[in-house]
């Protein structure tokens, strides 16, 4: 015990005698944040509350505190505010006076300087069809892809914004060597953070791979509190072929999405209350309904597929694509890149494939494997794989896809697969990108 207090308070002297070149300048408008290769401490902030989909929050004022306005996605595609009220407001971001580009910059008290048109975040679609509540982490979903170096000593700093809820955060797959206090396991190895309190997570950066954090506490994790945590190498991969890694860019996270929250949605599962309207009240006569089930007759779950999302988005089978909004994965003609896949979700395992392109996996959960070229990745939650696409098309857009692994159940070999699925695009620079309305041509 002795010996794990002396190793915090050690990486807690490292941290506070950090330079001001160490700190990552990660705003709530960052997508992903990365601390740089010669940095000795890299330290982040989070901040956890309650976001409605399909809403616009400004930066500066917490869920809390209202303000939120509500959109919705006409046929072309665009975001629409309800009745007109949609908005921008100042809330705490204050006009900066000057002459030059200043005059159109808008700072806070922590000096985030952004355009008025830029002071609020972008709705939450998700699925472009579940209006709720989600757990959102800096007014994302999912929370920005975290950056380190093997061997960099992390301080996330993790800010509870939420009104009634503890939570704490896990760094999955990172072996926390005499830091396991830092394993963010809730009522194990520390106690919850709690609403309006803080906590420092302190650990040092190992193995190098990709992993992820996410909610120990109840079944927040479902609904939005997770992000992608990525370890670069400490040296160089030694590879036959050179391909670019930008994991800011060109990492995945695949999850299932439920129209009710995970905690009902679960005791509902246990009641064997399958497709039954939910608030439904389990009673004797309640039939066992008949549970989803796979290639290999192994029972998925006994509730139906509702939708699942790429990286926060995707598409209910209800919702056209002009009405919903997915993500789009960037390659140039010629080059191959690095891929960090990860499945974030809660019931449903996943065929990850990229139409017309080959995937070469090189690592899982974080470790490095022999080269195997696959049409498809297998994958069930918390599971990570790396892989390269060449972009050898030459141009175009086509089709990422997870799709799930249920079948129909009415007929043999060779089973078909029901169209359960979630989807984003892999677009060629120099081609158009597409738009809604031309989704269903390519």
Same mark, same amino acid.
């Given at each position: ?6 190793v915090l308070v050690v990486l807690t002297q490292q941290v506070a005698s950090t330079q001001v070149e160490d700190f990552v300048e990660c705003e709530p408008v960052d997508t992903a944040c990365e601390c740089g290769a010669d940095a000795t401490?890299?330290?982040?902030? /989070?901040?956890? @509350? ?62 985030m300087c952004l355009p008025k048109s830029k002071l609020c975040s972008e709705p939450i679609t998700v699925d472009g069809k579940t209006y709720k509540t989600v757990i959102a982490v800096n007014k994302q979903l999912p929370g920005p892809t975290?950056?380190?170096? @093997? ?27 005499? &830091?396991?206090?830092? =394993? !963010? ?18 650990f040092k950066a190992g193995p190098s791979g990709t992993f992820w954090y996410h909610s120990e506490m109840q079944s927040q994790r479902g609904i939005g509190l997770f992000g992608a945590f990525i370890v670069k190498e400490k040296d160089p ?8 890694? *930008? ?5 995945? &996270?695949?999850? *299932?999405?439920?129209?009710? *929250? ?10 064997? /209350? ?55 994965? @960037? ?13 974030? !979700? ?17 690592? &899982? ?13 297998? /994958? ?5 794989? =790396? ?7 030459? !141009? !175009? ?10 079948? *129909? ?34």
């Amino acid at each position: 015990m002795l010996s794990l207090l002396l190793v915090l308070v050690v990486l807690t002297q490292q941290v506070a005698s950090t330079q001001v070149e160490d700190f990552v300048e990660c705003e709530p408008v960052d997508t992903a944040c990365e601390c740089g290769a010669d940095a000795t401490v890299c330290i982040f902030q /989070l901040y956890i @509350e309650r976001v409605f989909t399909f809403t616009k929050y400004n930066y500066s004022v917490p869920y809390s505190h209202g303000q939120g306005e509500s959109y919705y996605i006409n046929n072309m595609g665009q975001f629409v505010p309800f009745h007109n009220r949609g908005r921008c407001i100042e809330g705490t971001f204050t006009k900066q006076t000057g002459s030059g580009s200043s005059d159109n910059l808008y700072c806070n008290e922590v000096n985030m300087c952004l355009p008025k048109s830029k002071l609020c975040s972008e709705p939450i679609t998700v699925d472009g069809k579940t209006y709720k509540t989600v757990i959102a982490v800096n007014k994302q979903l999912p929370g920005p892809t975290l950056i380190v170096h @093997e061997g960099q000593i992390v301080a996330v700093d993790v800010h509870n914004n939420l009104s009634t809820e503890g939570i704490t955060i896990h760094w999955h797959g990172q072996h926390q060597i005499k &830091t396991n206090f830092m =394993d !963010g396991v809730g009522l194990v190895t520390q106690c919850p953070i709690q609403p309006g309190s803080s906590f420092r997570y302190i650990f040092k950066a190992g193995p190098s791979g990709t992993f992820w954090y996410h909610s120990e506490m109840q079944s927040q994790r479902g609904i939005g509190l997770f992000g992608a945590f990525i370890v670069k190498e400490k040296d160089p991969m030694s590879y036959p072929v050179s391909f670019r890694d *930008d994991p800011a860019h060109h990492t995945l &996270t695949i999850m *299932d999405w439920f129209l009710e *929250d995970p905690e009902p949605f679960c005791k509902r599962m246990k009641h064997g /209350l399958g497709d039954e309207p939910i608030f439904t009240l389990p009673n004797e006569n309640q039939l066992i309904l008949p549970r989803t089930t796979g290639p290999d007759f192994i029972k998925i779950g006994i509730n139906t597929f509702w939708s699942a999302i790429i990286h926060g988005k995707g598409r209910h089978p209800d919702v056209s694509y002009n009405q919903s909004s997915l993500n789009i994965y @960037e390659v140039e003609p010629g080059q191959t890149y690095r891929f960090r896949l990860i499945h974030t !979700g809660t019931m449903y395992g996943f065929r990850f494939s990229i139409d017309n392109h080959k995937l070469t996996v090189i690592a &899982t959960d974080g470790y490095l494997v022999n080269p195997l070229e696959v049409d498809y990745i297998a /994958l069930e939650g918390g599971e990570r794989y =790396d892989f390269l696409l060449e972009a050898n098309q030459g !141009g !175009g857009n086509y089709w990422i896809k997870a799709e799930t692994f249920e079948i *129909d159940g009415t007929s043999g070999p060779p089973f078909k697969f029901i169209d359960h699925k979630a989807e984003a695009i892999l677009h060629y620079s120099g081609t158009d990108v597409p738009s809604q309305q031309s989704l269903l041509t390519f």
